[in-house]
């Protein structure tokens, strides 16, 4: 096992390396598909991705194309960090909260509402 570092969207991420034993691979097609089902699950486990540290002009972007879709309700496309997953959805800012520092978004293709860690943020987009 080892890491190796990405650049994605202007973040550097650091990211482990998933080397799957031969095998385990080879007992797959004896096994029941719940079993195999559990087994992706672990493997996804693996695939862990640590945030990494965003340019000051990246930033920048962020926070403006935030405010700028909350102020003419535009939808954005936002990639973030949730735990050691990286997530992206579409969504539509309806607030900001400047002391918790974090966004509230509705998705749109569920149409739920969730709030945003500011400093998760990887990279936004308006579509």
Known sequence: ??????N????VVEKERNIKKRGTIKWTSLMLSEH???LKEVWKEDERVKK???AEDKA?????LIRRALND???VRVCYFIGDSLREESVKVTAVDATDK????????????CMV????ITDIEIL
């Open 52 to 54: 990494g540290l965003i």
């Open 1 to 6: 096992m080892g890491t190796y570092v990405l």
């Open 73 to 75: 309700s535009l939808p």
């Open 8 to 11: 994605v969207g202007g973040v």
């Open 117 to 120: 860690d500011i400093h998760a």
């Open 36 to 38: 195999i089902e559990m």
């Open 60 to 64: 920048v972007e962020i926070d403006f």
């Open 102 to 113: 974090k966004i509230k978004v509705i998705e749109l293709t569920y149409k739920y509402e």
